[in-house]
């Protein structure tokens, strides 16, 4: 049974909330609590306590900006431009040198009433040396490849209670 307190990690809360959030309505430090339950306590010989692995996972969060890297691949933040999956990818590999992240998606209807392909997260695979590392293919969430992709600026972007379903099959 995994156990995080907050208490172990209050000094790394403020950098947290800023770099790492949830996109679910306050509920940071179960998003914590999980990540830490499901990544953290496997490397326990590399960090020894909880606030050990936030810190390394912020550390790693700086090191590798996706944001920075995108932006330098030519891909920001917008409302209206759509990239594909492929202009992602080129990106990543050009700033990180891996060929496979984690891209997830998630599916949303515009003011329009259309369903579109909105990236939620862009995940990279870190080995137990913390290098970065190819990530195994796994298409559960993943974005559809054959759809365009939206990259929405932070501003618009609205905490919403977590989905019930997944919309998957609508594209």
Known sequence: HCVLRSSEISHLEREMNREWPTSYSSQNYGFWR???????????????????????ALNLHQKYDM??????GGIVPSTAKAYRVSDFD??????????????WCRIAKDNKGIYRQLLWQVSLCISKSLNV??????????????????????????????PKKRYSNML
């Not at 944001?67 to 330098?72: G, Q």
């Not at 080129?90 to 891209?103: C, D, E, F, M, Q």
């Not at 195994?136 to 618009?156: Q, T």
């Open 90 to 103: 080129r990106a990543l590999k050009t700033a990180i040198g891996v060929s496979r992240v984690g891209n």
């Open 34 to 56: 999980h990540e830490y339950c499901k990544h953290g306590t496997c490397c326990t010989d590399k960090f020894r306590t909880a606030a050990d692995y936030f810190k390394g």
């Open 133 to 162: 590392v190819e990530c195994p293919a796994d298409d559960d969430g993943a974005c559809n490849r054959n759809k365009p992709v939206l990259y929405l600026p932070k501003s618009v972007i609205k905490k919403e209670p977590k």
């Open 67 to 72: 944001d920075r890297a995108l932006r330098n």
